[in-house]
């Protein structure tokens, strides 16, 4: 029974494990990669499609699941006067896409010893004092796949509002795009990356962090580690079956609701 | 031409129904709970359903130092394999010398690099090769977060414990120690480098449940966690000014007469160049075997998962364990399409949400260890045939997403899981109001490169660190002990390879003797001559192009 279930499951999966069969689509759209025009499956990512016509990634892809940047794609739709920043793996096909990829953003990353940066706004110029060509025209903000407001944390950088970047640029990817298309030649990715540096660093190592660290190193916890080896399988079982049920008795923060198993009341 | 699918809410009509049933079930399903956690005989019935438990998919290995050992087919394919080039055909004269090779460039690799450096190796004698870019790897793509026993009501005992029990007491005992006691520094480590965990507003760690863990004790940042972690490492890492070389995949190790590996040949992808890296350590952080696509599932992985570390590290005779356990984690995304295997982070079952089948019902507890939350959803799906069919003939249950903004307030999902959040916007779902369909996907391979607790291997200059090695996981792999894995034995492996390269004065002449011999061996087990590997990318190219291919230039 359970080799059965495993051939139903590889049969419903056949299209994403290798590559798509024709016979499986019902519609279907056109896109021109660097201008060539192809006949795509409707239903399907720019990555897949760019597949499906032929290509195999060498550049161009990495996670396929938009985390690292390495599908930055730009395209136009026919009709259509904007061009549009997207990933290529999270982002469906549209019938008259124009699109390239651009796999790679040259850029310079000044080298810093983080430890021996001030924590400072100042210290953002200091490195990149390009960020003070910013003309406020927005076009980085909507280069980005992320939908980051790009602009207003270069803003913020030049104000020295380490945090404000940090925060309005977390979700950021490092594609490049953004400084493909400045027309300050910014580079923002990098300057956002030593903000949230600068920032992290500025925030004290929590005082449970560090005393568990000298706990161990002063070998608070050799004893039990070694008492637990010398269990047998069937004690350390019941131990950990112990641990598993009763969960420390923690119930009564936000993430307990979900463990009730029984037991808690949360 | 059939009719196109009409969307409502991003979904086709004929599910509706069901999501409906499943948000008016909510409320009492809030009011009283999931079902209580298996007891071990449950465990035990349900994992009939595991795709490793599952008959067929599996053989023992004709060949090498884990002869007779039982690995799935797929991977038991690339080791019995021969090598892409011929020995023979190859010029060793050395192009780069380096005191330290690291093969890989995510989290382990960059955090052994770093290590190295901490440990007395200047960073122009560290040379860091990666397939594709640095960075572009499974490690960027961890949402859910890293384990560390750091508060008080927590200990690395209990975290050993956890990961012991959730391996099925399989793992590596030494290692496992190793793993949990380091825990506490790396979080120190990367906090001072200056990663943004969550935090509350008294400043301390926010730290969450995971799977088959006793205690809250998962550092996140957002559901960016493993990217968050390797690009504060890698901007480290392009500060020290190391060697490195992109899209430069090994293709093979060398070793000197007496087998110690001494360097390794690399190829540019690009160009088709070879390079021979002469090189007194090698640590081996490649990575896992997620595109292999084991069993016919669908994977989280990166693009780059084939496996070709192990394939290597076979060849000069590493000695394997726990190869034959895969980790299928419990949800991964089985709707719309354009997503399907993607990585749902156990993060939003950490936060409340259910998994529900097509009537609403919540059929198990959330937060089993992966394998067995795994095997309820393939039971759920094809033997009670409570799940929802996708247009593509996929089978899923709901993810009951919603329920997290229920228990935690709305906007939550926004600010705990902005990347998922993000991804189902893009394709037309909103997964704060609708639940999502979801079903086991490939995500980790448990087993691998055996070591000790400093990444050391049972071949002479050969470290392993991260998804590649195999051991502290045992059988099955906890959440959150993946990043950690990286971290820590990246950082032990560096250590190790710097401290191993000081006292040895001389790596040897440079020779694929190992390969040599390996060969025999395959043809004197019968093994088909066209098997080749590694094979570097896995090929989803569309068929009807396949077919009329041909090479002129």
Known sequence: MGQEIMERIREANEAVITGIDDADIAHWVSIYIMGKAYRVPADITLMQAIEYAGYRFVRGAGCRAGFCGACATVYRVAGDWRLKAALACQTRVEDGMYLVQIPFAPAEKPSYRIEEEAPAGTTLLKHFPEIARCVACNTCTKACPQELEVMDYIQAALRGDLKGVAELSFDCIQCGLCSIRCPAEIVHYHVAQFARRLYGRSLPVPGHVVERVEEIESGVYAEEFERLMSLSREEIEELYKKEQREKGGLKSDDASRVTRNGQGEG | ?553
């Open chain 2, 1 to 553: 031409m059939a009719e196109e699918l009409k969307l409502v809410r991003g979904y086709p009509e004929y599910m509706l129904e069901s999501i409906e049933r499943v948000h008016a079930a909510r409320a009492k399903r809030i009011e009283e709970g999931p079902p209580p956690a298996m007891s071990m005989e449950e465990r035990e019935e349900v994992l009939r359903f595991h795709p490793d438990h599952a008959p067929g998919g599996k053989r023992p290995l004709k060949v090498g130092p884990n002869k007779g050992d039982i690995a799935p087919n797929e991977v038991a394919d690339l080791l019995e394999a021969y090598p892409l080039v011929d020995p023979a055909e190859l010029d060793l004269t050395v192009d780069i010398d380096a005191e330290v090779l690291i093969l890989g460039g995510g989290l382990a690799g960059t955090t052994a690099a770093l290590w190295a450096n901490e440990e007395g190796i200047p960073p122009d004698r560290i040379l860091l090769a990666t397939k594709l870019r640095h960075g572009d790897s499974n490690s960027i793509m961890a949402q859910g977060g890293t384990q560390a026993a750091d508060k008080p009501y927590d200990s690395p005992v209990i975290h050993f414990l956890d990961a012991y029990g959730g391996g099925h007491f399989t793992n590596k005992t030494d290692v496992l120690r190793a793993l949990v006691e380091d825990a506490p520094f790396i979080m120190k480590w990367l906090t001072e480098l200056g990663c943004l965990f969550d935090r509350d507003e008294n400043g301390e760690f926010v730290e969450d449940w995971g799977g088959g863990t006793s205690r809250p004790r998962m550092h996140a940042a957002r559901d960016y966690t493993g990217m968050e972690e390797l690009r504060v490492i890698r901007d480290e890492f392009r500060n020290r000014g190391f060697m490195l070389l992109e899209f430069y995949p090994a293709v093979e190790l060398l070793t000197s007469p007496e087998g110690r590996v001494n360097g390794a040949i690399l190829w540019n992808m690009e160009i088709g160049e070879y390079k021979v890296v002469r090189a007194k350590a090698v640590v081996l952080a490649t990575g896992g075997f997620g595109r292999l696509h084991i069993r016919g599932f669908p994977t989280t992985n990166h693009y780059g998962a084939t496996a070709d570390g192990l394939v290597l590290a076979y060849r000069a005779g590493a000695v394997f364990r726990d190869l034959d356990t895969v980790q299928y984690h419990p949800t991964g995304a089985a709707y719309p399409q354009q997503i399907v295997g993607l990585l749902i982070t156990e993060k939003v079952r950490g936060l409340g949400a259910h998994v529900v089948n097509r009537e609403g019902e919540c059929f198990v507890y959330p937060l089993e260890p992966r394998d067995v939350e795994a095997a309820a959803i393939i039971r759920e799906c094809y033997e009670r045939e409570l799940g929802v069919v996708t247009p593509t003939g996929m089978h899923g249950v709901w993810l009951d997403s919603p329920m997290i903004e229920e228990i935690h307030g709305e906007g939550t999902i926004e600010r705990r899981l902005p990347a998922m959040f993000r991804m189902y916007k893009r394709f037309g779902i909103d997964m704060r109001k609708d639940p999502i369909l979801v079903f086991p996907t490939l995500h980790y391979q448990n087993g691998g490169v055996e070591t000790d607790p400093w990444g050391r291997t049972n071949v002479e200059g050969l470290f392993v660190a991260g998804e590649v090695s195999g051991g502290v996981h045992g059988k099955n792999r906890l959440m959150g002990n993946s990043t950690l894995d990286c971290l820590v034995f990246g950082r032990r492996a560096g250590v190790a390879a710097a401290r191993y390269v000081k006292e040895l004065p001389d790596q040897g002449p440079l020779t694929l003797g190992h390969v040599e011999k390996f060969v025999e061996e395959l043809r004197t087990a019968g093994v088909p001559e066209g098997r080749r590997s590694p094979i570097l990318l896995p090929d989803y190219r569309g068929k009807r192009v396949l077919a009329r291919m041909i090479d002129l230039l």
